[in-house]
């Protein structure tokens, strides 16, 4: 996709990991990383704003982005479309590292079209850990997070297809971890 040696790093990892932090994290320590931004169909959360978090797109809209091939690759969740604007990638990787946080479809996609990517997984200290994770955070009934931590299993499940996974034990030390990563694949692009 990019004839620059910047990083295409597609970061994965199951609900209640704590993906948005250790990313957040990554970006205060390495400010010149670019975040893509994905587009959906669902509706903005309390205070998320369109082009800040996500795109947020009508079903039609995506539909046509389908169609006309403008995203590098998407899926469904929660009754949801989601997926990568391809120009938008195209263009930030012309200027920096960019970091794709998807699901695990969505990174197999992307390392067939980009085999240069890197994917990396997230994953818990134990299965035992992300449910009492998924339970701390207090706003799910108990059918919810049976179904994110049967989403978690297959997400899990699917760890040996990633370049690298990364326990997040410690926040620093996994954005660390990862930024680490990227150095060195840099080296073999
Ligand atoms: P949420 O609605 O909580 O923001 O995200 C739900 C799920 O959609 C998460 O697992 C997230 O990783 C995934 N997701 C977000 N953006 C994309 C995207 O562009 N492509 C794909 N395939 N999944 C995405």
């Not at 992307?110 to 994917?119: C, D, E, F, G, I």
């Not at 919810?144 to 410690?170: G, H, M, P, W």
């Amino acid at each position: 996709m990019s004839s620059s040696k910047n990083v295409l790093a597609v970061i994965s990892g199951p609900s209640g990991v704590g993906k948005g932090t250790v990313i957040k994290r990554m970006f205060e320590l390495e400010p010149t990383l670019c975040e893509s931004i994905s587009c959906t169909t669902r509706s903005p959360r309390e205070g998320e704003k369109d082009g800040r978090e996500y795109f947020f797109v009508s079903k039609q809209r995506f539909e046509e982005m389908i169609q006309g091939g403008e995203l590098l690759e998407y899926s469904a969740h929660f009754e949801n479309y989601y997926g990568t604007p391809r120009a938008f990638v195209e263009e930030k990787l012309k200027t920096g590292d960019v970091i794709l946080e998807i699901d695990v479809n969505g990174a197999l996609s992307v390392k067939k079209s980009h085999p240069s990517a890197v994917l990396i997984m997230i994953v818990p200290p134990s299965l035992e850990e992300l449910s009492r994770r998924l339970r701390s955070r207090g706003t799910e009934s108990e059918e919810k997070i049976a179904v994110r931590t049967a989403r978690a299993q297959f997400e899990l499940s699917k760890r040996d297809k990633y370049d690298y996974c990364v326990v997040n034990d410690e926040v620093d030390r996994a954005a660390e971890r990862i930024l680490d990563i990227i150095r060195k694949h840099k080296e073999v692009l």
